[in-house]
Nanobody, 129 residues
Framework: QLQASGGGLVQAGGSLKLSCAASGFTFDDYAISWFRQAPGKEREGVSGISVGDGTTYYADSVKGRFTISSDNAKNTVYLQMNSLKPEDTAGYFC????????????????????????WGQGTQVTVSS
C-alpha cells in the first residue's frame, strides 16, 4: 500500500514536497517512482529511486528542479519540487515496482507505468502563473 501526500496550490517559482509512505511490502526490494498526469495528457514518469541502492532517475523536464530521496527507516520516499512551473500542474502518483536480480536499477526505474506493482491514490499539484 502506498499513501501519497503533500500536494497543493502554489505560485510559479514556489516549492512543494510530496511524500509517499509505503507499507505491506519489503521497502528495500522495490523502486519507488512518481508519475504525473494532467487532464487530456498521457501519464508521465517524473522521478524515481531504487531504495536498496539509491539509484535515481529524473525526467528531463524536471532535472535540476526536483529532488527525490528516501527515508528507509520510515519507508517513505520524498519528492522535493522547486522552481515550479504552471506546466507541472497535474495529479501526482507514487508507484512501486519490484527490483529484479541481474537488471540494472535504472532499467527498472524507467519501466512503463503498467509494469508497476503498487499505486498510491494521487495528490494534486496546481501551479498558478
Amino acid at each position: 500500500q502506498l499513501q501519497a501526500s503533500g500536494g497543493g496550490l502554489v505560485q510559479a517559482g514556489g516549492s512543494l514536497k510530496l511524500s509517499c509512505a509505503a507499507s505491506g511490502f519489503t521497502f528495500d526490494d522495490y523502486a519507488i517512482s512518481w508519475f504525473r498526469q494532467a487532464p487530456g495528457k498521457e501519464r508521465e514518469g517524473v522521478s524515481g529511486i531504487s531504495v536498496g541502492d539509491g539509484t535515481t532517475y529524473y525526467a528531463d523536464s524536471v532535472k535540476g528542479r526536483f529532488t527525490i530521496s528516501s527515508d528507509n527507516a520510515k519507508n517513505t520516499v520524498y519528492l522535493q519540487m522547486n522552481s515550479l512551473k504552471p506546466e507541472d500542474t497535474a495529479g501526482y502518483f507514487c508507484a512501486a515496482i519490484r527490483r529484479r536480480a541481474g537488471v540494472h536499477s535504472i532499467v527498472v526505474l524507467t519501466s512503463d507505468w503498467y509494469d508497476y506493482n503498487y499505486w498510491g491514490q494521487g495528490t494534486q499539484v496546481t501551479v498558478s502563473s
